[in-house]
Structures are given as structure tokens and as C-alpha cells.
């Protein structure tokens, strides 16, 4: 078979399936590791696909999300999966925890069904403070400049305060999740903040409705693979049988 043969058959394949291992391909095209490496490469290069960790996937399997909407925005969007997603996430937190938690909607429906008061919560957003202690739980915030649109508290202090913790558990929002470019946000300096804190937790957990897996933000603050992910109304097969994925009932 012919190198351009061979390239169009995994289009063909990962077209149909949306993503594609490399161990599948050298069996369906007859052809080494090495070989199938080079193909993926000329097509990522011409744009037919993206490469990704163990295979490939289809250039066009996800969308793109670059503006930050506001809250009032988020509270209308998926908010019975949002619920569902954070009543779940929230039977996670064991007494003894120090749980950090990052700032969004989703996040807010986690805040809204804890209920472990032996343990410690961090967050850099007021309106999830504010819900904690009102519950009469233990809550510190890391200071800094509060942005408008997501009510997010960011900035340099923010990033001085969060590298003095090491949490046992948290629990982040995402404007978008693919496998090729990880978790992403529109706001560099909330990607700074989301970083720095998933650097300095032990266990991490992503909330995210199905809508937002398969959209791209402009910046990066983890590998899709950094985080167990929780989610619920999956209709990517690939996604489904991911081993950092966990798909919820509404």
C-alpha cells in the first residue's frame, strides 16, 4: 500500500470512530510503529488530524470557545447536569480533607451539596466562600484581583497563596476538555491559577457537562490525563471508555 493509500484509510478510520490508536492502525494497515508514527505526522502537519497521546484523533472533533461568559450566563446552561455533577463530586469529600476549589458554575452546584464539615475548604471565588461558611465550615480564600466576569479571584497574590498549600483533594471548572489540548480556559490569568493549584493537589477531579468535551479555549492549564473527569450525558463513544472518565446519571 501506498504512503498516500495508507494516510487516507486512517482519515477514513479515525473519521468513523474519531479517534484511532497507533497499536490499531499498524493492524488494520499492515505496516510498523514506525511507519504509522510518520503517516499520522503528514496529516497532523496538513491539518487531517491531530495527534495525540497513543494515537490520533479527527481535526474536526472539537469547536472553539475564546470569550469567558459571564455567570448569570453559566447558571442557564446544562444546569440540571451541572447539579447532578456536583452532588456527585461532592459525596467525594471524606472527613480530614483539605479541599481546594476553583471558581465557575459547576463548581457552585459541588459547593452546594457538600456536607462534610470535618474538613477544610480553600477556594479563590467569594461566592463559594461566601455558601461555605454560611454552612459553617472551614474556609480560607486566597487573595487577589477579583475578575468580573467569572467572580474569580486571580492574579499574583493569589498564585503566592496557593503555592503555601498542598491539598488532598479539588475539584476544578473547565471551558473546554479534549484529549489533544487538555483542559482549557479563555483567561490566561485563571489558567495560572488553575495550574498552580492542580500542581499542588493530590487528588484532582475536573466538573464538566458534556457540551464543553470536544471544545478548545485558548490556553491550557492541565493534560486531559492530570485529572479524573466527571461528567454526565456522554455521547462521544471514545470518551466513554476512558479510564479518567466517569459518567454520571442526571
Known sequence: MLARERQQRIVELISQKGAVSISRLVVELGVSVSTVRRDIDVLAKAGQVVRVHGGATSASSFSYETRDRAMDEKYQINASQKDAIGRYAASLIEPGDFVYIDAGSTTEALVNHIETPDATYVTNSIVHARKLVRKG???????????????????????DGLDRYHFTKGFWGTNGATRAQGYTTPDVNEAQVKHLSMEHTGVRYVLCDADKIGRVAPVTFAPFSSACLITTGLTNEVYKKLPNVVEISV
Open 137 to 159: 465550615f472551614r474556609t480560607l480564600m486566597v487573595g487577589g484581583e477579583l475578575k468580573r466576569s467569572t467572580e474569580a479571584l486571580v492574579g499574583p497574590e493569589v498564585l
